[in-house]
C-alpha cells in the first residue's frame, strides 16, 4: 500500500497541483477544502501524513490540528501558510505540527520534507520503477497489482541498493546485512539473488568489480 497523505488546502488548483505532483512521487492522496470536511474525513479515514493550510474556511489548519491532536490523533502534520507572523508557526509546532513551509511551495522542497518526516516517523517511502511498485513498508512488491515474490533476503537488498540512490553497495555491507553472525555469508546465494532482481529490473543491476553493486535510478522519478 502506498503512504497517504491528505491535503487540506482552499485554493481548489493549488490543491489539484500538489496531489498530482505527490501522486507522481507514488503517494496516494486525497484533498479537501474546509476544516469540517478535513475533521470528517480525517475520523473516517487514516492517513499517513496531513498536510494543512493555515488559513480555511469555518476554522484554521491550527485549530484544525488542535482538535486532532485533543483525539488522540498524532497522524504526522505539515502546514503550509503565507502567514509571516512568528508567533502563528510557533504555535503550529506547539500543538503538534512536525515541520512547515512558507508560501509560495517548491514542490520538490516539500517532497524532500514529506521524506523526512516519513524517516523521522519510521513511515518509509515507495518506489515505482518499470511498472513495478515497492511497498518498502510491507517488503512487497507489485506488477499490475499482483504481488510478485521475492523473499526477505532479494527483498533487503533490493531496498538497500535502491536507498544507495545510485551509489555502490558494498560487499562488506550487503553481507552485513543479509547474515547475521551466526550464519555464514554466502556468495553463491547472493548471485543468486542478484540474477533474481536482474529477471526484474535488467541492466539496472550494475556490478562493480570487486567492489559491490549499484542500482541504476537514472531516467526514474525521485519520489
Request: glycine share 8%.
Given at each position: 500500500?502506498?503512504?497517504?497523505?491528505?491535503?487540506v488546502?482552499?485554493?481548489?488548483?493549488?490543491n489539484?497541483?500538489?496531489?498530482?505532483?505527490l501522486e507522481?512521487?507514488?503517494?496516494?492522496?486525497?484533498?479537501v477544502?474546509?476544516f469540517?470536511?478535513?475533521?470528517?474525513?480525517?475520523?473516517f479515514?487514516?492517513y499517513?501524513l496531513y498536510?494543512?493550510?493555515?488559513?480555511?474556511?469555518?476554522e484554521?489548519?491550527?485549530?484544525?490540528?488542535?482538535?486532532l491532536?485533543?483525539?488522540?490523533?498524532?497522524t504526522?502534520?505539515?502546514?503550509?501558510t503565507?502567514?509571516?507572523?512568528?508567533?502563528?508557526?510557533?504555535k503550529?509546532?506547539?500543538?503538534?505540527?512536525?515541520?512547515?513551509?512558507?508560501?509560495?511551495?517548491d514542490?520538490?522542497?516539500?517532497?524532500?520534507?514529506?521524506?523526512?518526516?516519513?524517516?523521522?516517523?519510521?513511515?518509509s517511502?515507495?518506489?515505482?520503477?518499470?511498472?513495478?511498485?515497492?511497498?518498502?513498508?510491507?517488503y512487497?512488491?507489485y506488477?499490475?497489482?499482483?504481488?510478485i515474490?521475492?523473499?526477505k533476503?532479494?527483498?533487503?537488498l533490493?531496498?538497500m541498493?535502491?536507498r544507495?540512490e545510485?551509489?555502490?553497495?558494498?560487499?562488506?555491507e550487503i553481507y552485513?546485512?543479509?547474515w547475521?553472525?551466526?550464519?555464514?555469508?554466502?556468495?553463491?546465494?547472493?548471485?543468486?539473488?542478484?540474477?533474481?532482481?536482474?529477471?526484474?529490473?535488467?541492466?539496472?543491476?550494475?556490478?562493480?568489480?570487486?567492489?559491490?553493486?549499484?542500482?541504476?535510478?537514472?531516467?526514474?522519478?525521485?519520489?
Amino acid at each position: 500500500m502506498r503512504a497517504k497523505i491528505l491535503v487540506v488546502e482552499d485554493d481548489i488548483l493549488f490543491n489539484e497541483t500538489i496531489r498530482d505532483y505527490l501522486e507522481d512521487c507514488g503517494y496516494e492522496c486525497k484533498g479537501v477544502l474546509d476544516f469540517k470536511t478535513a475533521l470528517d474525513e480525517c475520523y473516517f479515514q487514516n492517513y499517513d501524513l496531513y498536510l494543512l493550510d493555515i488559513n480555511l474556511p469555518f476554522e484554521n489548519g491550527l485549530t484544525l490540528l488542535k482538535s486532532l491532536r485533543d483525539g488522540g490523533d498524532e497522524t504526522p502534520a505539515l502546514f503550509m501558510t503565507s502567514r509571516d507572523d512568528r508567533d502563528s508557526l510557533l504555535k503550529g509546532l506547539e500543538i503538534g505540527a512536525d515541520d512547515y513551509m512558507r508560501k509560495p511551495i517548491d514542490l520538490e522542497e516539500l517532497r524532500l520534507r514529506i521524506e523526512a518526516i516519513f524517516r523521522r516517523s519510521k513511515i518509509s517511502k515507495n518506489y515505482q520503477i518499470d511498472g513495478y511498485f515497492i511497498d518498502t513498508s510491507r517488503y512487497k512488491l507489485y506488477k499490475d497489482g499482483k504481488e510478485i515474490e521475492l523473499g526477505k533476503k532479494v527483498f533487503t537488498l533490493l531496498l538497500m541498493l535502491l536507498r544507495a540512490e545510485g551509489d555502490t553497495v558494498t560487499m562488506d555491507e550487503i553481507y552485513t546485512s543479509l547474515w547475521n553472525t551466526a550464519e555464514e555469508a554466502s556468495y553463491g546465494a547472493l548471485r543468486v539473488y542478484i540474477n533474481r532482481l536482474k529477471k526484474l529490473f535488467g541492466n539496472r543491476i550494475e556490478n562493480i568489480r570487486g567492489i559491490g553493486y549499484r542500482f541504476d535510478i537514472n531516467g526514474d522519478k525521485e519520489c
